[in-house]
């Protein structure tokens, strides 16, 4: 079966600073994998995917992440933290190889950017 | 366009009561998935709907049933509930065309709360 672990779920950093949040997943064929955003009361948002193109994915609000099948890992990062970054992050991986669109989804990293 | 909406938005129920929940997809999309996400948690999937049939299910008790009509919104039921049901319920949409992954767009949520 197919898992998600995201390490950590409190990251905390100054304005300006790398944002890095961890992401291994567990998967015997190859996955899509996705980060989530969830801003307070609010549903999820798709910040980038995976789905077997370039190892290297670029998302919006300037984050991005790099499959790397050797590690079993989709780290999401962003060079520059901003105030309106503050949310929960969601990473998921989509069962199976199939298209349907089942997600298993991560703990959860809550992201707190102080001034 | 609407996005995916749902209803209501907050919802108090007590223990043994029945609860129905409502979503009506992004336009131009078939299939509908409901996730559960208890507080502090990722979300969990408890099914998806696809042409007015269950076609996944998670590992969620009989007591949650699901409809999707021939618009393609769709409806949640939980019968007898239990204080762990208290979560935001998640109603996610997606369009089945056979692409690659298809990608799915959450709505903002209905917060359940059981007494």
């Known amino acids: 079966a197919q898992s998600v672990t995201q390490l950590g779920s409190h990251v905390s950093v100054s304005e300006g600073a790398l944002v890095l949040l961890r992401c291994n997943y567990s998967?015997?064929?190859?996955?899509?994998l996705f980060w989530y955003v969830q801003y307070p009361n609010q549903g999820l948002q798709l910040l980038l995917k995976?789905?077997?193109?370039?190892?290297l994915v670029k998302g919006i609000n300037g984050f991005e992440a790099e499959f790397k099948k050797s590690e079993t890992s989709f780290h999401l990062t962003k060079p520059s933290a901003h105030m309106s970054d503050a949310a929960e992050y969601f990473c998921?991986?989509?069962?199976?190889?199939?298209?349907?669109?089942?997600?298993?989804f991560g703990q959860g990293t809550t992201l707190q950017v102080k001034p | 366009d609407a996005g995916v909406t749902q209803s209501p938005t907050h919802l108090i129920k007590t223990r043994g009561q029945q609860v129905t929940l409502r979503c009506s997809p992004k336009s131009g999309h078939d299939t509908v998935s409901w996730y559960q996400q208890a507080l502090g948690q990722g979300p969990q999937f408890i099914f998806q709907y696809y042409e007015e049939e269950e076609r996944q299910r998670g590992n969620f008790p009989d007591r949650f049933s699901g409809h999707q009509f021939p618009n393609y919104s769709s409806e949640l039921n939980v019968n007898a509930l239990l204080l762990g049901d208290s979560a935001l319920y998640l109603c996610?949409?997606?369009?089945?065309?056979?692409?690659?992954?298809?990608?799915?767009?959450f709505g903002p949520g209905t917060r359940l709360t059981v007494l």
């Open positions: 996610a949409s997606s369009h089945d065309g056979g692409e690659i992954y298809n990608e799915q767009f």
């Open positions: 995976y789905t077997s193109a370039a190892t």
């Open positions: 998967s015997s064929v190859p996955p899509y």
């Open positions: 998921a991986v989509s069962e199976g190889s199939s298209n349907t669109g089942k997600l298993i």
